[in-house]
């Protein structure tokens, strides 16, 4: 029986599209699986419409409950004590306007994501999603469960896990594109903090 099966591994000329298929489910593994569902999650997620001046709570109440669990932790918010969607939200909604607070989650980004947010900030406060990542990096790193992985570590995933830079669809002269959005009460007290810790 297993000499009948082995053309399937001999990748011959003659191997046709079902059969590659085949060979794909054949070796595919749970890890495997779960990668892509959850990345067909994310998509779907990033799909979502989103206003280009978002206000934070917003953009926090259209995320899955595994990412705001995963801000909460970057924050160092205890999600468990927060319990409820809502008391999380308006906690990393009040951690995140608190300048002082700000200034700490400002302190604590790498430079190529302190560049990537002020590139952001210089162009209005949103982006073109296409238009950021050839800048500053793809963001494969960003899965779904946030709260139980490792946390993004790409540039703008550790916007993203921080809950400065969100993503969506917008529309925009007729046409939806996928665009990232750095929340609007944000926008000046981070600009004004990105200048502070600029070098003179």
């Known amino acids: 029986m297993a000499e009948d099966?082995?053309?399937?591994?001999?990748?011959?000329?003659?191997?046709?599209?079902?059969?590659?298929?085949?060979?794909?489910?054949?070796?595919?593994?749970?890890?495997?699986?779960?990668?892509?569902?959850?990345r067909g999650w994310r998509e779907e997620q990033e799909n979502k419409p989103i206003t280009l001046n978002s206000r934070l709570s917003a953009a926090l109440n259209k995320c899955p409950s595994p990412?705001?669990?995963?801000?909460?932790?970057?924050?160092?918010?205890?999600?468990?004590?927060?319990?409820?969607?809502?008391?999380?939200?308006?906690?990393?909604q009040a951690h995140l306007t608190d300048v002082s607070k700000l200034r700490q989650v400002v302190?604590?980004?790498?430079?190529?994501?302190?560049?990537a947010l002020n590139y952001v900030l210089e162009h209005g406060g949103w982006v073109k999603i296409g238009q950021l990542t050839r800048r500053f990096g793809k963001m494969d790193d960003v899965g779904w469960f946030w709260d139980e992985e490792e946390p993004p570590v790409s540039p703008l995933g550790q916007l993203r896990v921080r809950g400065l830079l969100f993503v969506g669809k917008a529309g925009l002269k007729g046409r939806s594109y996928r665009v990232a959005v750095i929340p609007k009460e944000l926008r000046e007290p981070l600009g004004i903090l990105l200048a502070e810790s600029s070098p003179r």
């Open 5 to 38: 099966a082995s053309f399937l591994l001999k990748g011959d000329e003659n191997m046709g599209d079902w059969q590659d298929d085949l060979i794909s489910f054949l070796f595919i593994t749970p890890d495997m699986m779960m990668d892509r569902i959850t």
């Open 67 to 92: 990412w705001i669990n995963g801000i909460c932790r970057q924050l160092g918010l205890n999600p468990k004590a927060l319990r409820t969607k809502r008391k999380k939200v308006a906690a990393i």
């Open 107 to 115: 302190k604590s980004l790498p430079a190529a994501s302190l560049q």
